[in-house]
């Protein structure tokens, strides 16, 4: 069946302008976790959903950055007036119930550069 | 906090040859364990995993037992092929306070594997 996807793959934008990524999960996967991997910071967590709720923001660096789920299905992590630190691979991960026994699904990433 | 440290890469063997990537982790209680690898070109995914001390995990001819003592997770695979030429991620995600986790992984810094002929 169809894995996790997300959109767009790379993306090239100025520095202070907002951008928006985009993750589509396994169907029927409640669970929705978003993480960044950066040369200088490795793999590290963003947010989690379990359905449309967040309940962990602590990993967003900053008030710039945001995330929503909707229809427990899709969600957008929009980065507002982008900095050069931004520039990272995005990935977004789900799994169908949140717990340690239900393996976490990677999708491919997005590429963000910021110039 | 919660921490991973693995060994430094990156790690470059012939084939056949056995294959060691220590990792390391700080945490509070007892979290749960997992190794992941990205292939080239393609999505991180999950290699294997152990959930409790002195559990082993395996797959794909790797294994990582789970030492509470010494608080590692080292993976281990006896012959290592061209194919397993990829990076690899120790992560745990800990418990919360109501003693069960939502999945949150906390990653080391990745060690890149490189197989020659």
């Known amino acids: 069946g169809a894995g996790v996807s997300q959109s767009p793959s790379n993306k090239v934008t100025e520095k202070g302008k907002d951008v928006e990524l985009r993750c589509d999960p396994i169907?029927?996967?409640?669970?929705l976790y978003w993480y960044r991997q950066s040369l200088g910071q490795g793999l590290e967590f963003l947010i989690y959903?379990?359905?449309?709720?967040?309940?962990?923001k602590s990993g967003l660096p900053s008030d710039r950055f945001s995330a929503e789920r909707t229809g427990g299905s899709v969600s957008t992590l929009t980065i507002q007036r982008t900095q050069q630190e931004d520039s990272a691979v995005y990935l977004c991960?789900?799994?169908?119930?949140?717990?340690?026994?239900?393996?976490?699904?990677f999708g491919p990433g997005t590429r963000l550069t910021v110039t | 906090g919660n921490s991973v440290t693995q060994m430094e890469g990156p790690v470059t063997l012939s084939e056949e040859a056995f294959l060691t990537i220590n990792c390391t982790y700080t945490a509070t209680g007892y979290p749960s364990l997992f190794w992941y690898v990205q292939y080239p070109g393609e999505g991180l995914q999950l290699l294997l995993k152990a959930t409790k001390a002195d559990d082993k995990g395996s797959n794909k001819g790797f294994e990582a037992t789970y030492r509470k003592e010494t608080t590692s997770f080292h993976l281990e695979k006896g012959s290592v092929q061209v194919s397993d030429s990829a990076v690899y991620f120790c992560a745990l995600t800990p418990p919360n306070a109501g003693g069960t986790s939502y999945g949150k992984l906390t990653f080391g810094q990745g060690t890149i594997l490189t197989v020659h002929p």
């Open positions: 169907s029927g996967h409640t669970a």
């Open positions: 991960a789900s799994s169908l119930v949140a717990g340690d026994y239900y393996e976490q699904y």
């Open positions: 959903f379990q359905g449309n709720s967040a309940p962990d």
